[in-house]
């Protein structure tokens, strides 16, 4: 090794630092006295603290306050050895709701627990995405579900797994009676496919008739009691 690539130990603690002061996540080291020995620039600032307040004095029962008392068993078991992974709603100290996913990693040295690292992640935008994600789904459910025809959503396997409410008043079934049933059961038993091959036609990628807009195709529809009756559908892949 040239003498220009040794670095003091000094060096290479700054440029840990450097590191660890420049990525997203939130860093910490808590000792197995739970006194906090190092934090990330991050984590100083979601918790809004400066490193002197923090390191070499403050504990994690004086920094969480009242919700220490939710992160407790994850403390114990962390420094019993055993890796801890949880999510959290935390609210900062301008006041602001924030979601966190935490990882109490055990630090392990000649056989004993020496301390453990916290690294927590915001997944607030991710959170905010799901609740976005859900509101969508539920509007497009209640679109299909009010829909002025009978319409039934099924997987690749040919199991319903959504109906409108047109399709509940036409084949005399209600919503429960249909998720979850091969969608042949509304077809007279006479004209349904068997299992297998039933599968082996959903799954095939040219299953569906090539049709254009609007084509329509006429089967025979049959009555939750029994009644057989003409329909005319149009099947598109989704």
């Known amino acids: ?50 490193r002197e307040e923090m390191v070499n004095k403050i504990t994690v029962k004086e920094l969480l306050g009242p919700i220490y008392k939710l992160n407790a068993p994850y403390i114990i078991a962390v420094l019993q050895g055993t890796p801890q992974h949880f999510e959290r709603v935390y609210t900062t100290p301008s006041g602001e709701i924030r979601n966190s996913y935490t990882s109490y990693i055990p630090h392990i040295a ?25 509101d969508t789904e539920i509007k497009l459910k209640e679109f299909l579900y009010n829909s002025p025809i009978a319409m039934v959503i099924s997987n690749d396997q040919g199991i319903i797994q959504l109906v409108s409410n047109k399709t509940e008043t036409l084949f005399g079934y209600s919503i429960g009676d249909l998720i979850g049933q091969p969608v042949e059961n509304l077809q007279p038993v006479r004209l349904r496919k068997t299992p297998r091959a039933s599968r082996a036609f959903y799954r095939k990628s040219n299953a569906y008739p090539k049709m254009v807009a609007g084509s329509k195709k006429e089967m025979i529809g049959m009555h939750k009691d029994g009644t057989e009756f003409p329909i005319e559908t149009t099947i598109c892949p989704v």
């Open 1 to 50: 090794m040239r003498n220009n690539d040794n670095y003091s130990q000094a060096q290479l603690n700054n440029f840990s630092l450097l590191v660890a002061d420049n990525v997203h996540s939130l860093l910490g080291y808590w000792d197995n006295n739970e006194v906090c020995r190092f934090a990330n620039s991050a984590y100083l600032n979601w918790l809004g603290r400066s």
């Open 110 to 134: 000649d056989g004993e627990v020496k301390g453990f690292i916290a690294q927590v992640t915001d997944i607030t935008p991710i959170k905010k995405l799901d609740e976005q994600l859900s």
